[in-house]
């Protein structure tokens, strides 16, 4: 219950600042076509998942996540997202991990005949700062929106049990940072924390780093 409230305030205050935004756009008289010559981009990179269910107590315990929580084994993600306006914009984006021997995962521990793969698809709204920050470099953003994640069946270190794979939906909260080292290529840097809807299954974090590629001549 307390799990769906907070996703329910997640989504007011989100829609809240797209309301206020539109507002505020609508008092400025601007040309009706969209500046963008092409309003898609599209991104690839690394990702890092830490799904041990003790994300935020070890979050700056870099041995121990290092050694026990952070997920890298086959990590890459694929993206694209469209731009609504300059500060709006709606993405998609595709995951792959995997768990070595070792790595934690929602309290148990995967066991050396395991290796468990990771995927995860998720579709959001991204807000950007760039234009509040009146940067041609540093672009600022925060997202929210939805996904699903499936952990694939390994062995529990613990008790030599088998644990089925597990599928989750999930509400995700992001914030990154794109610098522009081109009018059409930028790095990405980007943190999500996904707040699982299942009781069964624990709440994660996924860290990107990655490369955008913009298709219009148009800086945004």
């Known amino acids: 219950m307390k799990t769906t409230k907070f996703y329910l305030l997640l989504s007011l205050l989100w829609i809240n600042l797209i309301t206020a935004q539109e507002q505020s756009e609508s008092i400025i ?6 500046r963008f010559t092409n309003n898609w981009s599209f991104s690839a990179g690394v990702n890092m998942v830490d799904d041990s269910g003790n994300s935020l ?6 041995k121990e996540n290092r050694k026990h929580n952070w997920a890298f084994k086959n990590p890459i993600y694929l993206g694209a997202t469209y731009y609504y306006k300059a500060q709006f914009s709606f993405y998609a984006r595709t995951s792959f991990n995997s768990f070595k021997p070792g ?6 521990v995967v066991d050396e005949q395991s290796n468990p793969g990771f995927f995860a698809f998720d579709l959001g709204t991204l807000y950007s700062f760039k234009k509040l920050m009146n940067s041609e470099i540093f672009d600022l953003y925060i997202g929210y929106g939805f996904g699903y994640t499936n952990i694939g069946d390994y062995i529990n270190q613990k008790d030599q049990q088998e644990i089925d794979p597990k599928g989750r939906i999930t509400g995700n909260a992001s914030g990154g940072l794109n610098i522009w080292l081109t009018k059409n290529i930028a790095l990405n840097m980007e943190a999500i924390a996904k707040l699982a809807y299942t009781t069964d299954t624990s709440h ?6 990655g490369v955008v590629y913009l298709l219009s001549k148009t800086p945004l």
């Open 103 to 108: 790595k934690s995962i929602d309290g148990t």
């Open 204 to 209: 994660y974090l996924q860290y990107n780093l």
């Open 57 to 62: 107590n070890t979050l700056f315990d870099f």
């Open 29 to 34: 008289v601007e040309a009706p076509s969209d």
